[in-house]
C-alpha cells in the first residue's frame, strides 16, 4: 500500500502493473476503483490514451478481442474493472492479481469479499498479488 498525496501518478502506475501482469503473464487482473463511475472516468482518461499512444499495447489487444470500460482482453490476458460499491461487480472474477485503487475511498465492506477473489490463483497453483 502507499500513502500518497494526490496526483502523483500511482493509479496510472497501479494500471501500468494491471495491464503488465495480464499482458506478460496472462494474469486475470481485477482492478478495483471505488465506484463504477470512477472506472468509466479513469478507463476514458488515462487507460484508452495510455493504449492509443503506445505500439505495444495496440499490438497487444488484437483485432476483435474485448475492449470495453470494465473488460479488456490484452494479450493472453484478462483486466477486469470493477468499482467495490457493488458486491456483485468483483464476484464472478478469479483473478490471479488484484488493485485497488483510491483504497481509503472503497467500499470497506465490500474489501474482503474482493481478496477471496484471488482463492482460485492459489488453488491452481499459483502466486496471488495484490
Not at 486475470?28 to 495510455?50: C, K, M, N, Q, W
Not at 479488456?72 to 488484484?98: P, T
Amino acid at each position: 500500500m502507499f500513502v500518497k498525496s494526490t496526483q502523483v501518478g500511482m493509479s496510472t502506475q497501479g494500471w501500468r502493473w494491471a495491464g503488465r501482469r495480464v499482458q506478460q503473464f496472462g494474469d486475470t487482473s481485477l482492478y478495483i476503483f471505488p465506484t463504477a463511475d470512477h472506472v468509466t472516468d479513469f478507463g476514458d482518461s488515462r487507460i484508452e490514451p495510455s493504449i492509443e499512444a503506445s505500439e505495444f499495447l495496440k499490438g497487444a489487444i488484437r483485432s476483435g478481442t474485448v475492449r470495453q470500460k470494465g473488460l479488456k482482453r490484452i494479450g493472453n490476458g484478462w483486466l477486469f474493472l470493477r468499482g467495490s460499491n457493488s458486491r456483485a461487480g468483483a464476484q464472478s472474477v478469479d483473478a490471479d492479481s488484484v488493485t485497488f485503487d483510491e483504497y481509503n475511498e472503497l467500499d470497506a465492506a465490500n474489501v474482503p469479499q474482493i481478496e477471496r477473489r484471488l482463492t482460485g490463483a492459489r488453488q491452481a497453483g499459483r502466486i496471488p498479488r495484490i
